[in-house]
């Protein structure tokens, strides 16, 4: 079995730390709500993530620098640097200074409905803890007297972001954090943290564990019940989890030691009463709620036989840090298509700063976005894989209706940045045309002089000039 599962990873070609043994292990949900909502998200292609908090003031990466483990994301910088407790205290102060006056998401909605984005994701909490809604559980919140926004009718800035996504006839999904730093139910102040995990064992501290389980059961029903339609529920912190699912061909879950189990069906339940066919994403816990992976910074080199999300940064770090290098948008536009051709969707994750607003240039790069989207979005939206998903520079989609392909074949050539201007002659391998086919580009709509010789098809480029910029498509109708 072992050798068969080798030979299966090596004809696949998937990154390991994709999770090879989800190829096996993934399982479909059975409720029919759920699997109806899968496919149309499976259709929308292109999602904006929000990675948001008070570390934004910090400049610094999200959370992970109160995590006491050895890993160049956890390095702590600044004039508290040098002792960790200090770092902590101070680290939660932001608290009181976080004023995010510009906050306005309708101008997030526009610039993400340009580019055409379908859906969104908003971290509502991240693994320190900090509420970014209105709960009722915690004072460690956005709304709480403390915050220093909390006098704006805005405060409840996950209601707001919601709505305005919603109105815009965006899906709308939560980021939430299983694992909090913050509560003493999870890092009991008893014992310092010496990780990622809770820092006692839940079998020897039952009381203080199911006291965990209750506030982490609450936090997400009011997310559930109190924020209007919701169409994924994607929590992150796949180490807390139960003990027996741990996964050790992934490098970091052999770090896991001890059984959190947070009793998810409890949970899933709950929130589909709420939410009926809400999509569940337990990330990296292979089983029944983890409706679709979530591949990070990663593309597959090939199709993954089950639904799948890339989740990648538009600059090099998830929260904002000032003077992050940001894609360019041909790098965007080029990531966007190469995964679609593998059959997955791009979540890509935008930072706001401390004052609630975005970079510039991340404003320029939806734009540009929008602009290729206007005219060529139909290779990307409502499409399937088709063999052989790429030859050289181009890349291939099939249009899709009713979960049934069509004989429309999208060829989509990925123009260099340096050098935009396509060939006169485009040459593809692997395709199979019928000969009263006929293929035209999207930009200029003119039907293109093609042939095939030796089983490779010869496209003819003459009268496509240089305006044509980061990825020329050329739709294809295989009559055969």
Known sequence: MRLFNFILFVFLGINWSIGFA???????????????????????????????GPYSQWSIVESWSLCPEDEGWTQRKGVYAENYFDYVKAYERLQTTFNPVQFNPQKWVDAAHHAGMKYMIFTTKHHDGFCMFDSRQTDYTITNAKSAFSTSPRSNVTKEIFQAFRNQGFKIGAYFSKPDWHNTDYWWPYFPPLDRNVNYDPKKYPDKWNAFKSFTFNQIEELMRDYGKVDILWLDGGWVRPLKTVDRSVSW????????????????????????????????????????????????????????E?????????????????????????LLVKIVSRGGNLLLNIGPGPDGDWDPVAYRRLSEIGDWMKINSACIYGTK??????????FFTQNSLNNEVSNTIYAIYLLEENNPFP??????????????????SLEIQ??????????????SLKGIEGSIKHALVLKIVNVK
Not at 265 to 283: E, K, S, W, Y
Request: glycine residues 6%; aromatic residues 10%.
């Open 385 to 394: 894989p088709i063999a052989p998903y790429s030859s050289g520079n181009v």
């Open 446 to 459: 003119q039907n293109l002089p093609w042939s095939i010789t030796n089983g490779e098809l010869k496209i």
């Open 253 to 308: 879950q052999k770090t896991i030691s001890k059984d959190q189990d947070i009793d998810l069906p409890r949970i899933a339940a709950m929130a589909r009463t709420h939410q009926p066919g809400l999509i569940v994403v337990d990330r990296s816990v292979i089983g029944e709620f983890e409706n679709y992976t979530t591949p990070e910074q990663e593309v597959p080199e090939k199709p993954l036989p089950y639904p799948w």
């Open 22 to 52: 989800q190829i096996h292990q993934y399982i479909a949900p059975k409720d029919s709500l759920v699997k109806v909502h899968l496919r149309d998200w499976q259709d929308l292609k292109f999602g904006l993530f929000m990675h948001w």
């Open 423 to 440: 060939p006169g002659q485009l040459l593809i391998k692997g395709l199979s045309l019928g000969r009263n086919s006929k293929i035209m």
């Open 310 to 334: 890339t989740c990648m940064t538009m600059g090099n770090s998830w929260s904002y840090v000032k003077g992050d290098q940001y894609k360019s948008t041909n790098q965007l536009i080029h």
